[in-house]
């Protein structure tokens, strides 16, 4: 990918986890693969305890470079790579900082984006800060997710945002979009004839969509206590797995064909009933257990986690979407924090035939499922019934793999690489738009309103588990369970 398009590159919250582990290195990414970003093109960093460039510099390699050198770090890539950085020290509560930014930027050629990599507690101040200089013009701006609290916080943000920027300015960033597996589940869905027929009610019996991690809050205690799992990862990633899962086919890849589609089934959502909350939603939280030989602690011990916090690391949901392609068929989400393994993964769960002349092992041998894997490996596999060698018909599951690594070695790309060079390229299709994310939140609602109501705390799980007993019991109850095979 060439590109002459020079830009400016702002990015606020300099400092912060964000930019030391995922943009700057990304950007670092880009740098180094050359002729993805233009020459010209410069990083401005903005953060409020550096002094000067020299400082920031001195961060940068002390924070940055230990996350850009996993594959042996080209040591003259990185030195052309810090040429491209300068550093504005800026106190959002001084409007003279913001003259300096835009003295120092507003004569560079090319877009100007403007990443807020900053709570969102921040976004509209910055954004006003940004317009009472000017700077809202020929800019495009980067929104971090969580925007928001609820819907009423997310509109409040948008509103006032949407007051400075045009929406076609407006980037809201969803990692998950920017994974390589995410966008070949387009190019499998409608590159290929043989899979659509099959992707609807006749033929699928359930899906599911699962991002396990092992690792706990971390460092984000504070954070994370007052989110949720269901903020941090369902209202957003699963809910845009889901959208991508279950769209009908778009008329082209330009953003609104694509954003369009994935809109009809985030409204096509089936509402839930806060009455049935206990049937169709699990929400768990984290206690002590061993993952991977090592002891770790409760959810409730960790730094900035309230002692009697009933804030929730793990959710399963039963989603159901109204409309002719997907009407009765179930879709379980499922997240959690220190869970037994590090998965992310959609499984399409395919309908038994319809009579079997081939006897009771095929029964037993059970029905086609795709697996979709996006992380920790990339994988698609098609688990088909087969003839075991031998005398007679006894079948058993044997699978179809296709191993992205083994056909394309070259070219991989950090999901942060390719989203960050979507903007500074203008390219709108893998981000969040501003209907999509309301009705992302419209639907999670009444569980928030439920969980935070209720008096039932969240179910407990050990570590290194995959949750509470309840989120199996959710499947048992569809004559199903969850897929949980070995990496
Ligand atoms: C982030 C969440 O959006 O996604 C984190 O805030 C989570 O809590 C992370 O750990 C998971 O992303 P990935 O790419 O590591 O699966």
């Known amino acids: ?20 582990r995922k943009i700057l290195p990304a950007l670092f990414e880009a740098h180094r693969a050359g002729g993805m970003l233009a020459e010209s093109g410069k990083i401005f960093a903005v953060a409020r305890h550096i002094e000067d460039r020299a400082d920031y510099l001195e961060w940068v390699n002390g924070h940055v470079k230990p996350h850009v050198s996993k594959n042996g770090l080209d040591e003259a890539a990185w030195a052309s790579f810090l040429e491209r950085i300068e550093f504005v020290k800026i106190d959002l509560g001084n409007a003279e900082d913001f003259v300096l930014l835009r003295d120092a930027i507003q004569d560079l050629p090319g877009i100007r984006v403007f990443y807020l990599a900053t709570g969102p507690s921040l976004f509209v101040p910055i954004c006003r800060a940004l317009a009472s200089v000017g700077l809202n013009e020929n800019s495009r701006i980067v929104l971090e997710k969580p925007l928001g609290y609820d819907l009423k916080s997310s509109n409040a943000i948008n509103d006032a945002v949407g007051e400075i920027f045009a929406e076609e300015q407006i980037y809201r960033i969803d990692h998950y979009l920017g994974k390589e597996p995410v966008q070949n589940l387009l190019a499998l869905r409608f590159g290929n004839a043989l ?74 959502l089936k509402p839930i009933d806060p009455r049935d909350i206990t049937k169709v939603a699990v929400r768990g939280q984290y206690h002590s257990g061993v993952i991977r030989g090592n002891a770790v602690p409760a959810y409730a011990t960790e730094a900035g986690v ?17 409309n002719w392609r997907w009407a009765g068929v179930p879709f379980f989400l499922r997240t959690g924090k220190r869970l037994a393994d590090r998965v992310a993964e959609i499984v399409v769960n395919f309908r038994a035939v319809p009579h079997s002349a081939l006897g009771a092992s095929a029964l037993r041998a059970g029905a086609n499922r795709l697996v979709i894997r996006l992380q920790p490996n990339e994988t698609i596999r098609l688990y088909c019934l087969a003839k075991q060698p ?51 939140w419209r639907w999670v609602e009444p569980i928030l309103n439920e969980w935070s109501t209720s008096n039932r705390p969240p179910k407990p799980y050990a570590s290194g588990t995959w949750g509470p007993a309840a989120a199996s019991a959710m499947l048992a109850q569809h004559g199903t369970c969850w897929l949980e095979e070995e990496n």
């Open 1 to 20: 990918m060439q590109t002459d398009s020079s830009f400016t590159f702002v990015l606020f919250g300099g400092t912060g986890d964000l930019s030391m």
């Open 195 to 268: 899979f659509e027929p099959l992707w609807r009610r006749e033929w699928v019996e359930s899906i599911q969509i699962t991002i396990a991690e092992e690792l706990g809050v971390e460092a984000r205690g504070d954070f994370y206590d007052n989110t949720g799992a269901l903020r941090d990862m369902v209202q957003n990633h699963l809910l845009q797995l889901l959208s991508i899962v279950a769209m009908e086919p778009p008329h082209s890849m330009d953003s609104d064909s694509v954003r369009d589609e994935k809109l009809r089934v985030l409204r096509a």
């Open 306 to 322: 309230k002692p009697d916090s009933t804030t929730e690391t793990f959710v399963a949901v039963k989603v159901e979407i109204e």
């Open 390 to 440: 031998g005398e007679g018909m006894n079948l058993a599951s044997v699978h179809l793999d296709l191993a992205f690594d083994q056909f394309f070695r070259e070219g991989q790309m950090e999901a942060y690489q390719r989203l960050l060079l979507d903007v500074i390229n203008g390219r709108l299709a893998l981000f969040v738009r501003r209907d999509e994310q309301e009705a992302a």
